[in-house]
């Protein structure tokens, strides 16, 4: 067979496989051997190059020729834009064996081991509060927020005004008052208490930010959450801080 003059480096053809039903369009370099082609359509049928017998057929894809000899070039060859060139299977493998994907192992991850991840698509819009996340967020945050409200509420309703008190914030000394408010705060959600310490231990006059809660002197008062205060019979403590 003459080879013929073809001077486009590249040429585009279909690809066929006894082992598949669908046709590829790919193009390939003329200068390419007959066993580097061969190496190239493993990831296009499937079969192994060493299993491959190459037929040609041109674009009225009637039979050309076998491309059998492995250190041939491509060009060497009559291919044409629009041939076709067929893969015959040697290996034993089945026509659609690679086609049908039920077959194939999966790599299967639970939700709950997904939702660990932290290299996930998932991960990144949780982190940045995109997408539906953000409204999760924000919905989260207000249950949290309801949540907490309704134990404050529990809690305050147990403590009322005029009730002596002891008042044990973590990190700080023990120490005793007399309620003098109960309720929400312009300053801050939630609900507050406001204690008139026997002692000047306190932050402000039962006031803050202009706004008055209560009536005491300066440093006497302060506003803390139910959580810390314990109601019950606290007798007034001396201190000694009115001597200093």
């Excluded at 690809?15 to 669908?22: A, E, H, K, R």
């Excluded at 924000?138 to 002596?164: D, F, H, M, P, Y």
């Amino acid at each position: 067979m003459e080879v013929a003059g073809i001077s486009a480096p590249t040429v585009t053809v279909f690809i066929s496989s006894s082992l598949n039903s669908f046709r590829s369009e790919k193009r390939y370099s003329r200068s390419l051997t007959i066993a580097e082609f061969k190496c190239k359509l493993e990831l296009v049928v499937g079969s192994p190059a060493s299993c491959m017998e190459l037929e040609l057929y041109g674009v009225d894809d009637k039979f050309y020729s076998k491309l059998d000899q492995e250190d041939a070039l491509l060009g060497s060859y009559p291919v044409d834009d629009g041939c076709r060139i067929h893969v015959i299977d040697h290996s034993g493998a089945r026509l659609g064996e690679y086609e049908d994907v039920s077959k194939v192992e999966k790599f299967e991850l639970s939700q709950e081991a997904y939702d660990q991840r932290q290299d996930t698509v998932r991960s990144f819009l949780k982190r940045s509060k995109l997408g539906r996340y953000s409204e999760e967020e924000r919905a989260q945050q207000e249950a949290e927020t309801n949540q907490r409200l309704t134990e404050e509420k529990a809690q305050a309703s147990t403590i009322s005004v005029g009730s002596r008190c002891e008042v044990r914030a973590p990190g700080q000394a023990c120490r005793r008052g007399t309620v003098m408010y109960v309720g929400l705060t312009d300053f801050k959600p939630g609900y507050w208490i406001g204690v008139r310490y026997d002692e000047p231990l306190g932050k402000n006059d039962g006031s803050v930010n202009g706004k008055r809660y209560f009536e005491c002197q300066p440093k006497y008062g302060a506003f803390v959450k139910p959580s810390v205060v314990t109601v019950g019979d606290f007798p007034e403590e001396d201190y000694g801080l009115d001597e200093m």
